[in-house]
């Protein structure tokens, strides 16, 4: 790991160059940042760093890393001398080894541990039973609160028909997405038959159910050749999936597939010579673009709230710090939520004053911060964290619209849409419950 002192100089200096808006980063400026003296502010990490998605679950780790050495760099959280003084952020690792009872366990741990705020995504079923296991923990043991932060699970309940006053989502949710990949399906006149498949458990369901609906509503005159489900994690060989998917005429595919049931499934897809278009909600990293070859130049696309060729000059120096800090190919996947969900975290706690979970939740509620020209706020009502969308599709890297590639495949992603904050968000259903 690099240095605080390192980063104080690689990250902090380009942050500020780059003019992040952060709350409390005008601290920084100017000078380096006294050390944090307070104990540490423990974050758990609830993910799976080992098994079939072990690569989803590192490549988390490395964000939210990067996003807690950056505000460690600036001085930590400032708070009161009651609370500690400034306090860095210490981020813990607890393997769930995709599975939720073991992610269950590694949330008791983390609770012993003494964290009060916990960091989950892959994997809505997951996402349920921590959110579950934490509220009946606020209510039961309120002196040991905890606080869950959810970067990727996007089953659209979770802020709706359940949300929950201790959860906060900062990625938008599956119905969000589907709403900017239409954006684009909707124009494309090439697709007349499409094909959905998915992982079968409540987010792959909540994606394709969200994908008839809106092909119903936009584009009618599309036919639905199927919709099929397969065992997450546990298939090997996609390819006899790819035979019925190519036999069916479809030419389109449309999936919330991720991990390795993505590489796996669209490496295999390509062998068997399908020539139609991939809607992805992940297909732009994680092997992937390599795995898909140029077959997929012009016909993969996929959507998120950001990405490395976004055209804009923070936006370069942004990436540009991210593989500074991780250079190697294979570390090769930023995401800009991960780094808006700890800066405003970061903020909420320092706005509260103190790291009680329902305090900082109070907090948190109407946090607003921007990193880089990316902005973002949390809605107040179903904590679903409002921030731009991007569909971008995947092209040779190399040219003025695609300057970098994806883990040194040689291919990258051109943003092709754009829908602000105010574009992409959706009403809700949720009816909060407050402590």
């Known amino acids: 790991m690099k240095s605080i002192q390192y980063m104080r100089r690689a990250l902090l200096g380009g942050l500020l160059a780059a003019g992040a808006g952060v709350l ?15 104990a540490p502010i423990k974050l758990a990490l ?22 807690t050495e950056r505000v ?18 210490q981020l813990l690792r607890y393997d769930s080894k995709g599975q939720t009872e073991e992610a269950l366990a590694a949330l008791q741990a983390a609770r012993d541990a003494g964290a009060q705020f916990i960091l989950q995504g892959n994997s809505s079923a997951t996402a349920e039973a921590i959110l579950h296991a934490i509220e009946k923990n606020n209510q039961r043991d309120p002196a040991h609160k905890m606080l869950f932060l959810n970067y990727s699970a996007v089953d659209p309940a979770l802020t709706n028909e359940r949300c929950s006053f201790w959860h906060f989502r900062f990625d938008a949710h599956a119905n969000m997405r589907m709403n900017a990949l239409m954006d684009v399906l909707q124009e494309d006149a090439s697709v007349h038959k499409v094909y959905l498949f998915g992982q079968d458990y409540s987010f792959g369901r909540a994606v394709l159910q969200e994908a008839r609906r809106q092909l119903a509503e936009r584009r009618p005159d599309i036919e639905i050749v199927a919709e099929e489900y397969h065992p997450i994690g546990r298939v090997k060989d996609f390819a006899p999936y790819g035979a019925k998917i190519r036999a069916s005429g479809a030419q389109a595919v449309i999936t919330g597939n991720w991990g390795n049931d993505l590489t796996l499934f669209v490496k295999a897809v390509n062998e068997v010579g399908f020539d139609g278009s991939f809607y992805t909600f992940y297909g732009n990293a994680l092997g992937a673009p390599a795995a898909i070859g140029d ?21 370069r120096a942004f990436y540009e710090s991210f ?11 930023v995401h800009m939520r991960m780094q808006l969900l700890v800066e405003a975290l970061a903020s909420a706690i320092a706005q509260a004053g103190s790291t009680e979970p329902q305090a900082v939740a109070e907090a948190l509620e109407n946090v607003r911060v921007e990193l880089f020209g990316q902005q973002g706020w949390m809605r107040g009502e179903d904590h679903q964290f409002q921030q731009s969308l991007l569909v971008g599709r995947m092209q040779k890297a190399g040219s003025e619209a695609v300057p970098f590639d994806v883990e040194g495949s040689g291919y990258g992603f051109e943003v092709i849409r754009a829908l602000s904050p105010q574009q992409a968000q959706m009403s809700h259903q949720c009816q909060m419950q407050r402590p």
């Open 24 to 38: 409390g980063m005008a601290q920084a400026a100017g000078s380096a940042a006294a050390a944090p003296v307070g």
């Open 46 to 67: 609830v993910e799976s760093l080992s098994g079939p998605f072990a690569n989803t679950g590192e490549a988390v780790f490395r964000n939210l890393l990067w996003a």
């Open 72 to 89: 460690n760099a600036r001085g930590g959280v400032p708070l009161p001398d009651s609370q500690g003084g400034a306090r860095p952020l």
């Open 295 to 315: 077959a997929g130049i012009g016909k993969v696309i996929a959507v998120a709230d950001w990405f490395p060729n976004n055209p804009t000059a923070q936006s």
């Open 323 to 333: 593989r500074q800090r991780f250079p190697r190919p294979e570390d090769d996947y």
